[in-house]
């Protein structure tokens, strides 16, 4: 059970970083800094002026915090399909017996 949950949340942060990593692609919805554009969701996490020849600056405190929000979704949802396919198997084992 120790070595499930433990690959669980290995896998976890794994699919919180490329979710992380596919939002920002997207520009985040809310209007705020004007002459600014910031992609990430939930948090923002790479900004850019509107200026010819303007970098890209990534925010890593929120990329983190991203990847925390992202992976801690995701390690409910596969923990909870694990626990599930798993009662449901023993209790298919205990319906032959």
Known sequence: ?????????????????LITYITGFFIYPMNGLIGSERWGFPFYWITQAIVPGAEKVINWTNFIINTMFWGSIVFIVNYLIVYLLFKYKNRKDNKKS
């Open 1 to 17: 059970m120790r070595n499930r949950i433990i690959l669980i949340l290995f896998i976890s942060i794994i699919e919180g970083l």
